[in-house]
């Protein structure tokens, strides 16, 4: 009985095959997968059999690029390709026809990788955004060889998806920013409209629920008054409703991070914004 083992893997090398006497048998097809990170510079070495890419922060939504190759002496074909979290990371091309082997191929597939974290990548508006942190899917391209004979390679991919977030407190309550109390008109972040959030009793306070250090102004109308730096799980203090009545319009800057448009609205500027109102009954 003969038996094959692989040799040789994912050094970008052809994979080489040996029998059990020690000879080497032309290998059938095989894929690499290569991270051509933003299609410029030297690609990183292709993987062959498994692989594992951490893609680093992200803070919107995001194409990655990779690089199919066939690695092996056989034509593959019949490519699928597919991705386990279709809604967060979507694989373009889902099928390829053909892939010839070889290194002298005039034409290779380049595979789009899309990280869907808040915006839209093709098309107007806006997602739903990622889980904060790691988010993993694990992409499965397979093919066939021949009739008997097939090739197939799981890759994972991960990122860490950012956000910017905040929970809003009048007198300890947190206060849903699903839900305002109307919109205000601001020339501010190319808006138009600001969400409204009325509190009367107690302090208004400010909690980073988010994973970016956020620097929160201070506007009246279009002057600034004043700004302060918001670290990732503290809180502040915006107004007190034993003072005067105020009428704060916060602007939030995290870096250029998404937020959940559900929760919060964001500028043409890449900072969010939001009105708080504070009123004084007392005589």
Known sequence: MLVLVALVGCNGDKPLLADDTGAVAPSPGAFSFTYLGNLGGPPAPPSCATANFDLGEIRASRDFYFLLRNTGDDPITDITL????????????????????????????????????????????????????????????EGAISDAESAS???????????????????????????????????????????????????????NTGNVDIEVSYYRGSTLYDAESLGQGSTITVADTTEDNQHWILELAGDNTIVDADRLTMGDNGRAYLIVETTNDQD
């Open 82 to 141: 597919s991705s386990s979290s279709e809604d967060t990371f979507a694989v373009s091309p889902g099928s390829i026809e053909s892939l010839e082997a070889g290194d002298d191929v005039e034409f290779l597939p380049i595979i789009r990788v899309s990280a869907i974290h808040g915006v839209a990548l093709d098309g107007y508006g806006t997602t739903d955004v990622m889980s904060m942190g790691t988010n993993t899917t694990t992409l499965n391209i």
């Open 153 to 207: 390679l799981e890759v994972t991919l991960s990122v860490d998806a950012l956000l910017m977030d905040i929970e809003l407190y009048c007198d300890g309550v947190a206060v849903d920013l699903s839900e305002n109390d109307g919109s205000s008109s601001s020339s501010l972040g190319g808006v138009g409209w600001l969400p409204r959030y009325p509190c009367a009793d107690g302090e208004v306070k400010l909690e």
